[in-house]
């Protein structure tokens, strides 16, 4: 990193008319980081957590032994590329996920609703819902102080459900992960444009009459920033420069693609193929635009908590840019038919395609001394391993991402059957040094993360 005699606030923002942009961490930063440390900057640490539904094929997703990670397995294999960033973890549970005695179904409104919670929620589909406190709000406590937002949360799906999606259980616990108390769960925004607005501000007031003024005017929410940046570019060395190009280049992308995927929203299509607003046709498109937004909210900084639902439990969703027409549920109860089974694993490499793009862009884009996947955890998975039977042990989970130093991946680490899921969440919240004692079902914490 090279130290600068012009030194910048770290919380440095170019202003327009109804905008706001927070910039990314640069070289000439490092000052004032500095002084008002009296110790050299270091970058933060950050959290994301990707869930999907469902359920996996595990025999497609488990490496064949324990230790080193050599090939990956078929539905891990757009991994490869981060091998070495990568912990597959073996023998998790979500206990809590289970039925209480006469609670009969609703394996997936749990799954979900303890996924980071380790609290098993209250059967209801009332208003009176109660679960737990989640770990991502746990995070966003501590290492939201000093950020924009506390926390993001993100779905692909949209949150219109209401009153009981399984027998006798409230929506509620489905339509989110997060829960900022045990009554108080967040909503998750499926809609980039809302997103983008939310983390840059708007030019116009966010009527949807407004939004689509200001499309057809094909303005961007950096034109009132122009003279700004210009004046602002000028005080920088090159690399900085070369940095916040770079960064005004993404944003850039980013809004024509949403403007893309509004003007696609306007064409004639069949009722059930047409998308919500301005969210793209395919969910490959949705899922990439709505993790480029994740990765420019941690690039400037605006938050340093991240949670994204690439799906909801129970989804119908069905995947024709895949050739596959069957609704995703239905394919997770596959009876053991090879086709059916084929099928839902296509599915399952086609999420982690998701997650291997986000991390290749969290890998390209320059934070301090490294890149934003040195400086993350991720953690990656489902509250049911095999959706044919509802079964919550032996979960599908990843950590990725460098950790600052503090975790090490490249391995597949088998822990004792049956140790809770809050266990290894626990220890991630120690390595982002945010203290807690207990989440949920803890026992304790799982040990040798960052193999020191």
Known sequence: MIITKHSLPRRTFLRGVGASLALPLLDSMVPAFAAVRSSPAKPATRLFTGYVPNGVIMDRWTPGAEGALTDLPPTLAPLSPFKDRLLVVSGLADAPAFPLPGEGTGDHVRAAATFLTGVHPKKTDGPDIRCGTSMDQIAAGVLGADSVLPSLELAIDPNELIGACEAGWSCAYANTLSWRNPTTPLPMENQPRAVFERLFGDTDDTTPEARL?????????????????????????????????????????????????????????????????????????????????????????????????????????????????????????????????????????????????FMAQLDATPDGDGSLLDHVVIQYGCGISDGNQHLHVNLPVLVAGGGAGRLRGGRHMRVAEETPLTNLQVALLEKLDVPIETLGDSTGVVEHLSGV
């Open 213 to 357: 003024a200001r499309f057809r005017e094909d303005r961007s929410i950096l034109d009132s920033l122009v003279h700004e940046v210009a004046d602002f570019e000028r005080t920088l060395g090159p690399g900085d420069r070369t940095k916040v190009t770079q960064y005004l280049d993404a944003i850039r992308d980013i809004e024509r693609r949403i403007q893309f995927a509004e003007a696609q929203s306007d064409r004639e299509l069949p009722e059930l193929a047409r998308p919500t607003g301005g969210i793209p046709d395919t969910f490959a498109e949705h899922a990439r635009l709505m993790l480029d937004l994740q990765v420019l909210a941690f690039q400037a900084d605006m938050t340093r908590v991240g949670t994204f639902m690439l799906s909801r439990e129970v989804s119908p969703r069905t995947y024709p840019d895949l050739g596959i027409p069957d609704p995703h549920h239905g394919l997770s109860h596959h009876q053991n038919r090879p086709e059916q089974m084929a099928k839902l694993a296509k599915v399952n490499r086609h999420h982690i395609d998701q997650l291997a793009y």
